[in-house]
């Protein structure tokens, strides 16, 4: 599933992990005024198939290649959030030369962010286990971690997120994206990529905190960190107007 709209210099757009297209709902009309925008659902997520297939971030990437190739997008900037990060920078690492800029949201790039839990369901029938407890737990107290302010966490999000959680196969494919965050893999190679980069940041978030973005903006050669306050995990959502400013500065060629 993908949304293709707008005209001008392509930008696409990369939901994170268990999210899809809906996390961009505040950004994409302001960014289609000036831009063609390429919006996915990564492979098991949204409203994209559950196949049995590689979930790793190199796997997604080529996904993301065979999408831009088949709406004839050459170079395109790359805007992520959370583990759509990681895919961001492995499609960066393999296709330098179609990568404009790039833009990440509290990015879920390193071996050290994964929990102790994830590290355990590599391990096969354990994995099992463990995903099925955890996607028993109530979708709206997960959601709620994500924010600074809970209240931002609607009814309607909670809908949409329960109802992407019920299509068959999402669970297995769930795990098999966590067993798929072979970071240390791709870890040393960040240095290597010299695209300029903006790294937005909520001051507050509990999932990947600010001292994230720190280690990040230091590895990569040409970066910039902006940190918002009174925010979680997506400032595309809580700091929706100031976030969305930035990043459009960035797209039209502001120095990262």
Request: hydrophobic share 45%.
């Amino acid at each position: 599933r993908y949304v293709d709209v707008g005209e001008g210099p392509p930008v696409v757009l990369l939901h994170g992990f268990a999210s899809s297209i809906e996390n961009w709902i505040t950004v994409m009309p302001r960014l289609v005024k000036d831009h063609r925008i390429i919006a996915i659902d990564l492979r098991g997520f949204g409203w994209t198939d559950r196949p049995v297939a590689d979930y790793s971030p190199a796997a997604q990437a080529k996904l993301l290649k065979a999408v831009l190739d088949e709406r004839g997008v050459g170079k395109a900037a790359i805007v992520a959030h959370s583990w759509g990060s990681s895919v961001a920078l492995a499609f960066a690492l393999a296709y330098p030369q179609q990568v404009e800029r790039i833009a990440l949201y509290d990015a879920w790039v390193y071996d050290s962010q994964l929990p102790s839990m994830f590290h355990m369901a590599r391990a096969k029938g354990l994995g099992e286990v463990l995903f099925g407890l955890f996607y028993d737990q109530r979708y709206e107290e997960r959601l709620t971690l994500g924010f600074y302010n809970p209240e931002i966490v609607t009814e309607q999000l909670v809908e949409d997120v329960e109802r992407a959680f019920e299509r068959p196969g999402t669970r297995a494919a769930a795990l098999e994206t966590v067993r798929g965050m072979r970071f240390d893999e791709l870890e040393p190679r960040y240095r290597t990529i010299t695209a300029p980069t903006l790294l937005l940041w909520g001051r507050e978030d509990l999932v990947t905190p600010p001292s994230i973005g720190e280690r990040l903006v230091r590895q990569l050669p040409n970066a910039k960190l902006t940190i918002y306050p009174r925010c979680g995990h997506f400032p595309m959502l809580e700091a929706a107007s100031e976030s969305t400013r930035d990043l459009q500065a960035f797209l039209a060629g502001g120095a990262p």
